[in-house]
């Protein structure tokens, strides 16, 4: 983007950018948007980005505390909520600037807390609701699995209101209609445009198609948010407060319908969170937001539990606190790992920028499903940041490849959703088939052992003794440079 903005202006690179988004079956326009204008003014610095990450993340933070406290959730809970919330397998995306997880998630965390504040604040409540309705509206263009997110939204707010205002709840409902309709116009109009438009199929990893409904995917994809969304709290809680109220011969049905919107707003949460990602299961940052609603399920439950046991609530609480604990563990080691990954493959690009210092040609040898985004990545900072532009491709695979191999079957074989043609369009066609002067060819780089594949395919030109080679071995991947001597 930066190199973008300095050859073609700030208009030009959002239009680039938004059609790039589009072309691969993707809605994420305000992500981009957001994304350029954050480019003129923090340039290319890993710091300045790395610590706007930081300020965002602890906004959430506050914001979803802020929320619960709305709930009149005490604030140990509270925090439990927003902890759990981020931090986990998805708070590998606060780490990420580049992850558009990161401003969704800021803008859904805003939007929760403005629906509080707008029930309750009467002055101002036309600003406040109009101030819903922009976040809202800019959180679901950052990325699509926010779009889905907004029917829940819209019951917490209704909901919200209902608690704080203590009207019934079709009051509730009828003093925010224009806000409801505004919210729903705005998901259903997104949504048509994603079907007629673009394609409900995504680019491969979500969305729908034949595939989508199945059971035993759907069963998979519930387990694992079960489990990594820590639910076994919430059945702990439930179970103590179901126990304590049948002990006490309190009233049941009290705590049933107290339990039931919260639950409703868990089901309009993850349910369509599930379906989404059904296709490739959950991981890392596809359980934002989903983990939303599981957090927001737990601490309500460990907060009704706290007025039927104090003893038992704060056990509850401690366990979650260790969970946290481990978590946030987990979370550093993964912190730290990612900064020698950073300067692992920091050093592979200045590698790369020392063979070449008039320019001459790069060639990158991988395969196009399993590493797509790591030759985006190649190209996008040698272009931009080592001013290295001479760069070609030579692809690796099981079909509609330059060559073919199978050394990565099996992990190609979950990404056929991956068209591998679709890569030549961000080198311009340039490959290793259609490359006059093979020998004007001074770096290589090798992705995940396709070392063997590339020597059968290219003993006619290239000669490895002519060749230094160095690796650079991350956990995403192990890169290979071979500099002519």
Known sequence: MDQDLKES??????????????????????????????????????????????????????????????????????????????????????????????????????????????????????????ILICLVFLMSLSKESYIIFIPALTFIKVWLYHRIQQVPFRSAFMQNRLVIFALFGIAFLEILYIIFGISIKGMGYAGLDEN?????????????????????????????????????????????????????????????????????????????????????????????????????????????????????????????????????????????????PNNEPVLIVANPRVRFEAYIAMKATLNSVFQRDNLLIATYGLEKTDFFSDTLGDAEKTLLFLDPLDILEHFENKTILNFPDKSKIKAVVVFDDLDNDFLKTSSSWFVPENFHRNSFSTTIALARLYCKQ
């Open 9 to 130: 202006g700030f208009l030009p690179t959002v239009q680039k950018w938004l059609l790039l988004d589009r072309r691969f079956g993707r809605f994420q326009p305000f992500y981009y948007a957001q994304a350029v204008i954050l480019t003129i003014f923090l340039g290319v610095s890993s710091t300045v980005w790395f610590s706007y990450a930081y300020v965002l993340t602890s906004l959430m933070v506050y914001f979803l505390f802020l929320f619960a406290r709305f709930l009149e959730i005490p604030s140990l809970t509270a925090l439990i909520f927003a902890s759990l919330a981020l931090i986990g397998p998805q708070a590998i995306a606060w780490a990420q600037p580049s992850q558009p997880q990161l401003v969704g998630t800021f803008l859904l965390s805003a939007s929760l807390l403005f629906a509080g504040i707008s029930a309750k604040v009467d002055r101002y409540k036309t600003v406040f609701n109009v």
């Open 212 to 356: 989508t409904l199945q059971i035993s995917k759907i069963l998979s994809a519930t387990i694992t948010l079960f489990q990594k969304g820590h639910l076994s709290l919430f059945v702990l809680s439930f179970v103590l407060a179901l126990t304590v109220t049948l002990w006490k011969r309190q009233s049941l049905k009290e705590l049933v319908g107290q339990l039931i919107p919260v639950f409703l707003i868990f089901l309009l949460i993850v349910v369509p969170q599930i379906i989404l990602y059904t296709k490739s299961g959950f991981y890392g940052i596809y359980f934002i937001p989903a983990t939303i609603g599981t957090s927001l399920l737990i601490s309500y439950t460990i907060f009704l539990l706290s007025f039927r046991s104090k003893i038992l609530s704060k056990f509850v609480l401690g366990i979650a606190i260790f969970i946290i604990y481990t978590e946030m563990v987990t979370m550093w080691g993964s912190y730290s790992q990612m900064a020698k990954d950073s300067k692992t493959i920091n050093n592979l690009f200045q590698a790369i920028y020392a063979c070449t």
